[in-house]
């Protein structure tokens, strides 16, 4: 093999490696829900390595979510809608989803969270408790005290890595067949 013939080979296999590298997977995160009130607006947000602009679809449904007749009464509550990735730190993007839980009955909800454009997609689950009934109280006046304690804050977890799509394969089948072509051609 000549020097030619070589230098053609290291530079296709350069060029494939480089194609591949850009390929970077999409991923998106939720972050810890846990139990939530009913009637009560909650905010469930995340991250992700999607560039600021990018439109995710969120999905809140009931985990026995099933389609119903439609002269039935109303079934469970849930919520859709879009949320945009706005900037965040070096290591990831933010994203947020107003979910007003009013009509929610007691039970374990699923969110989805799915990439518009893409196969970026997380899922996890929380619980919706019943909201506590009024109870009449006698009217006593007393001094309160009220302490407060430091607020908590939790790491926020790593986006995960979903599947590149078809990108990855491609350049790598493109970079192997002109190799072949290469190494063929005298």
């Not at 019943?130 to 009449?136: G, I, L, M, V």
């Not at 799509?165 to 051609?185: E, I, K, M, Q, T």
Request: with cysteine; net charge negative.
């Amino acid at each position: 093999m000549n020097v030619r013939k070589l230098a053609g080979v290291a530079a296709v296999l350069v060029l494939a490696a480089w194609i591949c590298g850009t390929a970077a997977a999409q991923g998106t995160s939720i972050n810890e829900i846990g139990m939530v009130t009913a009637n009560e607006t909650i905010t469930i947000g995340g991250t992700t390595n999607l560039a600021p602009g990018n439109h995710l679809i969120v999905t809140v449904t009931p985990v026995g979510f099933e389609p119903t007749n439609k002269s039935a009464p109303d079934g469970a509550a849930g919520a859709s809608g879009t949320a945009v990735v706005q900037e965040g730190n070096a290591t990831a993007n933010t994203w947020s989803f107003p979910v007003d839980t009013s009509g929610f009955e007691p039970g374990e909800y699923t969110v989805t969270v799915e990439w518009v454009e893409g196969d970026a997609t997380a899922s996890t689950t929380f619980t919706v408790t019943e909201a506590p009934a009024a109870t009449p109280t006698a009217t006593v006046t007393a001094p309160t005290v009220t302490a407060t304690a430091p607020p908590t804050t939790a790491p926020e977890p790593s986006p995960t890595p979903t599947a590149a799509g078809p990108a990855l394969p491609l350049a790598a089948a493109f970079a192997a067949g002109l190799a072949g072509y290469l190494v063929r051609r005298r």
